[in-house]
């Protein structure tokens, strides 16, 4: 199973893959320290464990726990399957669909983007709201992946509105109106006994929209996400890098034929950046020719 969860994350433009992974190993583990809590009597040693993966909705108790805003959106229910079931095969279908158009690391930067923006949210109408409704009161917990995977849909349906899934019973429909249905229903929610989540999602479906309109007039709003995760990556990995010497050769060179010795190392490292970035499948015939002779020197 490690071989499987390595070659998982190894494997280029597969974020997606790796996000549910994570959630999944993040719901095993605690779901499993649950069960033996439980059983063993130490049932508050795994609420106090579970707190620490799950945003309060005051202020005062996010200011003592503030990476819950990042922590939250990688944990799930553990009273069943059904909240994360239904979270990772919508990340699974959207995520897919995203990763093809515009690459691993930006679907990162929308599931990062929109759990933050949902977590915000939260915690902004939990606590700037005079006089809030009943369905407001008490001290909530949030936890769950839905405004993660809500900005992911709505990402692609603003990207790709007309493109089509078919639905069992319902046959082919547009996502744009599965979207939508999704949207509304979190808005009639928004006034019941989940309200916290309702409103998370709502949050994370606005960035979706937002970054993909940002997107498309030339500004990338997760690009700190990405830097930032090349960077811890980068203090765990050295990068290898392909020595190329120049050598001269008794017969004439053709002009256009791409041999070790005509391709400078700038080309090199160009090459290796755009294969850490986008992977392999992103190189051009080109590209993969000269990085092709100049490993043979």
Known sequence: ??????????????????????????????????????WFGFGNVFEVVHKQFSLPSGFGDFVTRPWTLITYFFTHDLRG?????????????????????????KVIA???????????????????????????????????????????MVAAATLLPDYTFFLLFFGPVKIKW?????????????????????IAHLGGALIGFVYIKQLQVGVNWGGWITATLNGIAGLFSSRRTVKVTYRKEASAKRPHSATPSSISQQEIDAILDKISEGGYESLSKDEREKLFKASKK
């Open 1 to 38: 199973m490690l071989e499987e969860f390595k070659h998982a994350f190894s494997r280029p433009n597969n974020s997606h893959i790796q996000l549910i992974l994570i959630n999944v190993a993040v719901f095993v583990v605690l779901a499993i320290f649950m069960v033996f809590s439980l």
């Open 81 to 105: 399957l059904m909240h994360i079931l239904f979270n990772m095969l919508a990340l699974y279908w959207f995520g897919k669909l995203l990763v093809s158009y515009l690459g691993s690391d």
């Open 110 to 152: 929308v599931y990062v983007l929109g759990g933050l923006a949902g977590g915000a949210l939260y915690l902004m109408v939990y606590n700037l709201i005079p006089n809030p409704p009943e369905f407001l009161s008490g001290r909530a917990e949030l936890v769950g992946a839905s405004a993660s995977v809500f900005a992911i």
């Open 178 to 198: 599965i979207a939508a249905i999704y949207i509304f229903l979190s808005f009639l929610g928004s006034v019941g006994q989940n309200a916290g989540g309702e």
